[in-house]
């Protein structure tokens, strides 16, 4: 199985629009996203499904992976590319053990070394820390350091996700301590030009030196 791919990671809004997802998602694929996490925290099953199995095919025609946030029975059904558990939303061997092998498991550690690698040992193919700035989608988020980055990368052997209030500006600076994925939803979705502003985030990996 391939590892994780290393980029921008977008987390898509919630809405009940699914017209307009789709097209706010493909423009961030067509804009060079490297994979895409549904998120919807609404208590519409029905709309959840239809996204998720939508958003499935639509990143599958752009090579990109769909995880699912926080919902494995939903990522199962809908033939996503894996799911993403927060530290209450279920075992990570469970849904190995349910996704398979060739499905990818992410797991939020907020702002805890131990918890990556406790992830990492339970079979995680990437771990998220987060949030590193003021984040809109959730302002009350505890903030991870920068230094938790740098001493993330030599103890971790798979992908790091940083996550929260992430913009071109500050960006840089999370790919410098360590970062190889960057989740980012309002930089993204809110911007006048969902496309353009994919592409200009994409492009500090494509000025990232070879390791």
Do not use: W
């Amino acid at each position: 199985m391939p590892d994780f791919p290393g980029g921008v990671y977008a987390i898509t809004p919630e809405t009940a629009d699914t017209e307009n997802l789709l097209a706010q998602v493909e423009a961030a694929l067509a804009g060079g996203v490297a994979a895409v996490q549904y998120r919807d925290k609404s208590a519409d099953v029905a709309r959840r499904h239809e996204q998720a199995s939508e958003l499935a095919a639509l990143c599958r025609r752009y090579g990109a992976p769909l995880i699912v946030n926080d919902d494995l029975r939903l990522a199962d059904l809908t033939g996503a590319d894996g799911v993403h558990l927060g530290r209450d939303d279920g075992s990570l061997r469970e849904a190995r053990i349910i996704l398979g092998p060739g499905k990818f498991i992410g797991a939020s550690c907020y702002q805890s070394l131990d918890l990556a690698l406790a992830a990492q040992a339970a079979g995680a193919d990437y771990v998220a820390f987060g949030s590193f700035f003021a984040s809109p989608t959730k302002p009350a988020a505890p903030r991870a350091s920068l230094d938790l980055l740098r001493a993330a990368g030599p103890a971790l052997r798979v992908p790091i996700v940083a996550i929260g209030g992430i913009t071109l500006a500050n960006a840089p600076s999370l790919l410098d301590a360590g970062a190889d994925c960057l989740a980012v939803l309002s930089a993204l979705f809110d911007a006048a030009d969902i496309r353009a502003a994919a592409h200009d985030l994409n492009q500090l990996f494509a000025t990232e030196p070879e390791q």
